[in-house]
């Protein structure tokens, strides 16, 4: 397939003649431009999750995910397909591809799926993590993979202040300016704010999310978990519908994209809910 295809419904189906086949990705995201392909050549994890899967193929493969992340934002449980002509056996699909792959950007498993498999069109739910260190001093350690914040944060009132993003609401002023989405309706199903040790992990679930939708959300409990805020100023930020109302932006290094749910007829490959650093906290559990 042709390197320039659109990720549109038009490439909804696997064409004849081509198997489609999805794979489960997970990356750090420091050192690229965000997921999606850039037209100048800058590094994203597109660009180079394809080179490695032509270099398998033996031919050029274009590749359709569930979300596109940001500069920085990290991902635990990407998912992807893409159709070829190659046949190739599963080991060869995650042993070869990494072969190839920068130590950065890894394949977890692969799966031949029906050609009605669309990694984004398909997904009924998405799941991120924003992991807050929290501490006086800048950790040593993790720099890239966590957001660092100095001030002393009330876990309790950041959790108070996050039921009122549950359920279906016009998520409006948690949305970026260049977001490009249809409808800023969006239902949040769970929002949780936990404390282990010096991290804060924000752990959300949703339909879908917004651009910079997470990192808004962050920025505004922080604010409210500093006590610069009081607890109803997440109702008042959501209420309002406008951005410049919603505070500061949070940084991109605490983000991960860590689980897309499909229809169980698709029965894809069960993980764990990543990052890996926090896989030993029974209280993440899902």
Known sequence: MRLDIIDTATAESAAEGFSRIALGVEYKGARYRGWQRQASGVPSVQQALEQALSKVANEPISVICAGRTDAGVHGCGQIVHFDTRAVRDERAWTMGTNFNLPHDISVVWS??????????????ARRYRYVIYNDPIRPAHLA???????????????????????????????????????????????????????????????????????????GVLMAIGAGERPVTWAREVLEGRNRREGGVTAHPYGLYLVQVEYPEEFALPKRYIGPHFLSGYEALAD
């Open 144 to 218: 890239e993979e966590v957001t660092w914040n100095h001030r002393p944060l009330d876990v309790e009132r950041m959790a108070e202040a996050a039921q009122f993003l549950l359920g279906t609401h016009d998520f409006s002023a948690f949305r970026a300016s260049q977001c490009q989405a249809k409808s800023p309706i969006k239902h949040i199903y769970h929002l949780r704010v936990t404390r282990h040790g010096q991290m804060i992990v924000l752990d959300v679930r949703a339909t879908a999310f917004l651009h910079h939708m997470v990192r808004n959300i962050a």
């Open 111 to 124: 799966q031949p799926m029906p050609a009605d498999f669309h990694a984004r069109f398909k997904a009924c």
